[in-house]
């Protein structure tokens, strides 16, 4: 199994460029199948989840011309296959973003529970999914460890989401995109990847309001056309490098970002004596002297994100004092802390969603795996700090979302090498 051989403490400094979101580009190329026509997207990451996507939509039968290793054309004239390639699909969480294009394109989808990372209590659940296409008129049948979803039509209809879900506000908003009629959906996700994608499938003739906000009106249409769309910078990556910047006390600058998406970060930066300069595209992290303890809670967008929140702990181990961090999104992503003690974090476990870091602390090198795509990022950091030699395991986690990770820390001087 690939693995990162990381030799810490080397000095980082200069500049690093931000891809394209994740969190974005996983749910614009699935929304390719709403439309027959073709679909130009530009700017994609170059990481593993992308390259799954575009195995299940080629696999459906799309069409998908790479133009460069960051943009293509997805064609989705000819799809008549309705059922996701059950070992792809487990691979990803996101993959369960193809079944609303999916139903309301052709009426009818199969797949298996989406995989992922394991952060939640066991497999992470997708009952508002269902319960949200139900209600707009799709009959469920789970048969063999798959789920079979059919609708001659789906019907708009009034949805309220009891908890905040991100892709469960997009799946939606996909699916009513096509519905006879409105739908009106309540207490969705805020997530800026949910407005570019309803401002995208405007631009292809759906009719989405409120799309960023807690209440999104959606009126339906018969068909959509092609488009082009531009993936956006990543907002996590923009903050995982501003947070490696401050934990390594390195003069970074992080181009191509929006810095205006991780207010929530750089407001607790400005709190912790972390200095830094922004313009609208870039950020520019400052060496800090001294940095202060502060509790974190995470919170849905424009909140401090949970995908954040083990870069965060690692910051806080370099930090003079006590901070408690709380998980309030998910059960089980605090499992790195284990990890980062191993490494000499002074870290007690208060219970799965809060824990309290006392720092500072000098980190040495270990051992250790990846347990998800950002714990995974998380050791990154933490091995970059510390002394000596750090091997992190099951690296796939870590290229599922972030792209020639090594290249591009290695360019700032630091000292990572991918080994089978
Ligand atoms: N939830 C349910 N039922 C569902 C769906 C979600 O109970 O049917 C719960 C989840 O278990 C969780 C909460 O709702 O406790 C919120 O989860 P949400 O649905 O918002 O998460 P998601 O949409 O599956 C997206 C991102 C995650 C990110 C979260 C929160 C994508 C592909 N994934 O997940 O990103 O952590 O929103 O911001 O957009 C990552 O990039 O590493 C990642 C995990």
Known sequence: MPKFI?????????????????????????????????????????IEDVRRSIELLTGLG??????????????????KKFELNPELAKKFRASIMFVAPLLARLGEVKFP???????????RPIDLFLEGFSALGAEI??????????????????????????????????????AKGKTTLKNC?????????????????????????????VEGVNKLSGGKFTVMPDRIETGTFAILAAAARAPL????????????????????GIAYQAGSDWLKVLPAKKIKSYNIKTHEYPGFPTDLQAAFTVLMTQASGVSM?????????????????????????????????????RLHGK?????????????????????????????????????NICERLNKLGADIKRAD
């Open 141 to 178: 049948k789970i048969n063999g460890g798959f789920y079979h979803l059919k609708a001659r039509q789906l019907k708009g209809a009034e949805y309220f989401f009891t908890t905040i879900s991100v892709t469960g506000t997009e799946a939606m908003i996909m699916a009513a995109a096509l």
């Open 325 to 361: 961090i709380h998980e309030t999104i998910y059960d089980r992503r605090l499992i790195y802390a284990d990890m980062l003690t191993q490494m000499g974090a002074n870290i007690i476990m208060c219970d799965s969603h809060r824990l309290v870091v006392n720092g500072p602390s």
């Open 253 to 272: 600058t992080i181009t191509k970002c929006l810095p205006a998406q991780i207010e929530s970060l750089l407001a607790i930066f400005k709190k912790i």
């Open 189 to 217: 996700a805020m997530e800026p990847e949910i407005a570019t994608l309803a401002e995208h499938l405007n631009a292809c003739g759906a009719k989405i309001k409120g799309a960023g906000t807690p209440t999104v009106c």
């Open 113 to 123: 529970h989406p995989g992922g990372c394991i952060i939640g209590a066991g497999e």
């Open 62 to 79: 799309a069409q998908v011309n790479l133009i460069s290793p960051s943009s293509c054309v997805i064609e989705a004239k000819n799809i």
């Open 367 to 403: 051992r250790l795996t990846s347990p998800d795509l950002r714990a995974g990022i998380a050791m990154i950091i933490a091995a970059l700090i510390a002394r000596g030699e750090t091997e992190i395991d099951n690296a796939y986690q870590i290229d599922r979302g972030y792209e």
């Open 6 to 46: 990381i030799t810490g403490g080397q000095p980082l400094k200069g500049e690093i460029k931000v891809s394209g979101a994740k969190n974005s580009a996983l749910k614009i190329l699935p929304a390719a199948l709403l439309t027959e026509e073709p679909v130009t997207i530009a700017n994609l990451p170059e």
